[in-house]
């Protein structure tokens, strides 16, 4: 079993910064990436940020450049740096780590991140 528990959500005002962090526990052994996946009201969830085993990072194209990935190399932490926060990144975040078996995927519970003017 793996424990995900995030920290870092919050209301930041149109155009501030946010911090995500997600301490990661248990069997890690089996995980291979980790990844930062959103879902705002009414809407699907939505694959935000992924660094994979090798350090290769990738974006949804709604935050590249803005958004910015890490985790360190023991994989116990993965972060989520967001600047330029818009109205349109108000969502729950979660924070997900997941290997090559179906059984090897696990989420937080997730952490609300509020845009406001």
């Known amino acids: 079993q793996v424990q995900l528990v995030e920290s870092g959500g919050g209301l930041v005002q149109v155009g501030g910064s946010l911090r995500l962090s997600c301490a990661v526990s248990g069997s890690i052994s089996s995980i291979k990436n980790m990844a930062w996946i959103r879902q705002a009201p009414g809407k699907e969830r939505e694959l935000v940020a992924v660094?994979?085993?090798?350090?290769?990072?990738s974006y949804a194209d709604s935050v590249k450049g803005r958004f910015i990935i890490s985790t360190d190399n023991a994989k116990n932490t993965v972060n989520l740096q967001m600047y330029s926060l818009k109205y349109d990144d108000t969502a729950v975040y979660y924070c997900n780590v997941f290997g090559d078996g179906p059984s090897d995927d696990y989420y937080g519970q997730g952490t609300q991140v509020t845009v406001s003017s």
């Open positions: 660094i994979r085993s090798g350090g290769t990072t």
